[in-house]
Each structure stands twice: as C-alpha cells, then as structure tokens.
C-alpha cells in the first residue's frame, strides 16, 4: 500500500473507533460542569453548618449553639439547688434544737473533774458527771414567729414528762453571713424563769443543717442538734 493510502487508512479507523466507543457519553464539558456545582453547593453547605438536601434547617450543633445563646437550653433551664440559710435552719417549724452535752465543751470540762474526784471508782464517775449535766439548765431552743409576726427564741426544760418553757425571748435576726447569724434581743424575757438582763444580741454558728452552735464566754461552745417530734409533748410554746 502506498505510503499517503496508508495514513488516510488509519485516520479512517481512529474516527470510526472513536464515534462508537463515545456516541452515548455526555461531553466532557457538560460532566464538568455539573458535578462541579454539585460539589460546590455541598462544600458550602457544610461550610454553613445547613444540610445540603434540607434547605435552611440547622443542623443540631447550631441549633444548641443558639439555645444557648439565648439562654433557652435545657441545661440552662434547670434550676440551681436551693440553698438553706441559717435562718431558714433555725426558724423551720416544729424543729426543737436539744443540747448535747456530750458534744460540747462542758462535757471535756466535766470529765476532767469528775476523773479526778472519782480516783478511779465508775459509779463515783457516773454520778459525777450525771450532776455536772444537771447544771445546765436549758435542755433545748425552739424559734417561732407569733400571730403578730415577732420572732421569739424560746428555752426549754425537761420537767419528768414535761416539757417547761422557762425563757420567751422576743428577737429579731440580724446580720447572716454564710455559716453564722445573729440574734438581737428587742425586749422582756416572758419565759417562767426569765432572764434578769439578758444579753442584747446573741451569735449562732449553724454549721450545716442540723447543728446550732452558741459560745458561750465561761462554757465554751455549746451544741444543740435539731429533733423533730418534741413540740406537743406536756408543752406550751405560745
């Protein structure tokens, strides 16, 4: 075959394999063209946190993100814990604070004398310090607001079954800080055995919620622990 027969030989068989291997394919350009959109559009969707087959709906992590900017989030809308003050410890009703003897500063104070007067003997021991108990006085204090919206501190006396309140003392509450409150005295003691000059304000560390704790400048710290179910016992606590 003659040499320009042979090249016009080939470029008859590359044009002919050409049309039937790409008769149906969709041109070059067209395939660009969409597909780039197309990669576009989800690059900048994801770009702006909105899903690419939703439109304008946010996707959850915007949509927390604006809760919280707007305080409306669910961990936002809880309530903090409410915290007692020492006034809501002291006046909660039917609440009696009782003295601990044993808790107390007296009570170190009592053993050391009754060990030295006992010389050893346990029931000279017992007795000892049974009459080292029986010199304070109040067994327990109770805080009640009356009809006319005073405030008393009210002592208490265990009298065999009976419970005697020997001191009424009418008070307002003073300065509270975060562990510790006071007690101002605004009048007489109307208890039965009332104070002849009682003291004109009166400070109560309340060290959590079940503890009061008054110091005393002769005693030392004197603790009283809450009860429940001693108000209604042979008592009057007006």
């Given at each position: ?48 946190g909105v899903s ?45 604070f009782m003295f ?10 009592a053993e050391q ?126």
């Open positions: 075959m003659a040499r320009g027969s042979l090249r016009s030989f080939i470029v008859s068989v590359s044009l002919t394999l050409a049309a039937g291997c790409g008769g149906t394919s969709v041109p070059a350009k067209a395939v660009s063209d969409d597909t780039g959109d197309q990669a576009e559009g989800g690059a900048a969707s994801r770009r702006k690419s087959d939703t439109g304008d709906k946010a996707t959850p992590e915007s949509s927390s993100a604006e809760q919280k900017a707007d305080g409306s989030s669910s961990d936002d809308a809880s309530e903090a814990p409410y915290v007692r003050t020492p006034k809501d410890i002291l006046t909660a009703p039917d609440v009696v601990s003897f044993a808790k107390s500063d007296v009570n170190d104070k004398r009754c060990e030295k007067a006992s010389k050893g003997n346990a029931e000279k021991r017992a007795k000892c310090m049974t009459k080292e108990r029986s010199k304070f006085k109040s067994d327990g204090y109770h805080f009640k607001q009356g009809d006319n919206g005073q405030w008393y501190w009210l002592t208490m006396r265990r009298k065999g079954k009976d419970l005697v309140w020997i001191h009424r003392i009418p008070i307002e509450f003073g300065d509270s800080k975060e562990h510790e409150i006071t007690l101002k005295i605004t009048g007489r003691d109307r208890g039965q055995t009332p104070f002849a000059h009682p003291p004109s304000e009166v400070v109560f560390d309340v060290p959590n919620d079940y503890q009061i704790i008054q110091t005393d400048p002769d005693l030392g710290k004197l603790v009283f622990e809450a009860k429940i179910g001693i108000l209604g016992q042979g008592t009057d606590d007006r």
